[in-house]
Antibody, heavy 126, light 108 residues
Framework: QVTLKESGPVLVKPTETLTLTCTVS??????????VSWIRQPPGKALEWLAH???????SYSTSLKSRLTISKDTSKSQVVLTMTNMDPVDTATYYC??????????????????WGQGTLVTVSS | SSELTQDPAVSVALGQTVRITCQGD??????ASWYQQKPGQAPILVIY???NRPSGIPDRFSGSSSGNTASLTITGAQAEDEADYYC???????????FGGGTKLTVL
């Protein structure tokens, strides 16, 4: 049974650094063609992909947030950590981690988030 | 702003068929995946790849793609299908992922 669970502060102050941890079970962070993504959703707004890290340590970041994000994994602890610096009230959102799978299907690349955590609401306020 | 474009809202009569579309240049090279999100809940995957449904997703959900447009079709929409639907794929650079702006589906 695959599960993901986000943990971290519920309230951060402007300019502080946010550190979120995703603890996974039911699969290994070293499984080929799998990884973990972070995705956020401001209240009442759309989903926004932030970053991912794959089994081979390949990392990718949202272009608009790249300078503020760092993603890393600890395979032995089954954890993926996302840090976001210089938090602002516009960063108030529910932050999700999700397992991402990568497959070639009929000659084309497919990426999909097949399991999601429940999400954690982070509020940025002084 | 997203390079994947979705209609903000679509409605369908109960039991009828509805198509939700996602447009973007990257869809010529990469498959879209589709997610259903109900209020207060995490999204769930409903379609990925060419037309693949995860276990537990009803077969009234199907996916297709043509050119720069990916589509999610619900054949015989049910009241419980009322939700927000998001597409996701690689962006045009191929280096990043992104979501469409979402489509709110109302079942009348």
């Amino acid at each position: 049974q695959v599960t993901l669970k986000e943990s971290g502060p519920v309230l951060v102050k402007p300019t502080e650094t946010l550190t979120l941890t995703c603890t996974v079970s039911g699969f290994s962070l070293s499984n080929a063609r799998m990884g973990v993504s972070w995705i956020r959703q401001p209240p009442g707004k759309a989903l926004e992909w932030l970053a991912h890290i794959f089994w081979n340590d390949e990392k990718s970041y949202s272009t608009s947030l790249k300078s503020r994000l760092t993603i890393s994994k600890d395979t032995s602890k089954s954890q993926v950590v996302l840090t976001m610096t210089n938090m602002d009230p516009v960063d108030t959102a529910t932050y999700y981690c999700a397992r991402i799978a990568s497959r070639f299907i009929a000659g084309r690349q497919a990426y999909y988030f097949d399991y999601w955590g429940q999400g954690t609401l982070v509020t940025v306020s002084s | 702003s997203s390079e994947l474009t979705q209609d903000p809202a679509v409605s369908v009569a109960l039991g009828q068929t509805v198509r939700i579309t996602c447009q973007g240049d990257s869809l010529r090279s990469y498959y879209a995946s589709w997610y259903q999100q109900k209020p207060g809940q995490a999204p769930i995957l409903v379609i990925y790849g060419k037309n693949n449904r995860p276990s537990g997703i009803p077969d009234r959900f199907s996916g297709s793609s043509s050119g720069n447009t990916a589509s999610l079709t619900i054949t015989g929409a049910q009241a419980e299908d009322e939700a927000d639907y998001y597409c996701n794929s690689r962006d045009s650079s191929g280096n990043h992922l992104e979501f469409g702006g979402g489509t709110k589906l109302t079942v009348l």
